[in-house]
């Protein structure tokens, strides 16, 4: 993609929105990735490996190569004709950032090659304004715990390190949950009772991963503003948190719109898994799990 000829390749992390309270605020990195191979070419093309293969429309606007090009205009560029290889790792629709990597990649890949123009705040206006949201772009690009402060021009967003003593689990079930379905689902108004609730456990959450009080982490991942309702769409949702804590989570929560579920742990992760996974299984639903250390860390440029 550089003018020289040579690829450019981008590491780009899963993500994990909401955690419970934090709806459309807070977001984290994962230890799971995809790797998206960008360089000019004669012709557009598009190819895809991996778990993603069968999901992503090779005919379609593809989100990375869309976002490139947006990167380029800005700075008064323009490439001609992209190859974009992936290599997926990230299941897609089920709630842990796919769209946010392509998106991330894109515009990280673009701006390598036109020599860093824009800065990483500017990467995450651009970022939320593609996705529509900031919570799994931010992470996306800077790891950790990412908190964004909704409604602020430009985005002001703190991150946080999460310990390494913690580790995800997540559980994702064969279920397929767009993100434009699972916000139709959400109410457009909420009581004053329920924005408390959901407030006060966002600062709890908070406050958990920071002193590293993982006992608090059940209490501070509880929701009212989006779970109940995405529930309808996701029968095995309930029974599926609770077999997390069944297995010795510390927290658990739907990620992001779903269908995958996330839990923290600091020890037992298989268990947790096998019966979040029994859970789903119960219901009908096929479902894998898999376990990883968070990350710290957003994306990055491969040599």
Known sequence: MTYDGSPIRVKVPATSANLGAGFDCLGIALHLHDVYEFRLSKSEQVHVEGVAKLDIAIDQPNLALDSARQLSREVGKEFCHLRLDEYTNIPVARGLGSSAGAIVAGLAAANHALGNP????????LATDIEGHPDNVIPAITGGLALSITGSHPIDWIKVDMPS?????????????????????LPRDVSID?????????ALFMYAIQTQNFQLLKQAMQDRLH???????HRSLDSILESAYIGGAHGAALSGSGSAVLAFCTSDADTIGMHMCEAAESAGIECQYLKMPLQNFGYKILK
């Open 118 to 125: 824009l800065s990483k705040d500017r990467l995450i206006e």
């Open 194 to 202: 329920d924005a408390v609730f959901n407030s006060s456990r966002t």
């Open 227 to 233: 779970q109940p309702h995405r529930a309808k769409l």
């Open 165 to 185: 003593t913690l580790t995800a689990v997540v559980a994702i079930p064969e279920l397929r949950i767009p993100t434009s379905e699972s916000r139709q689902v």
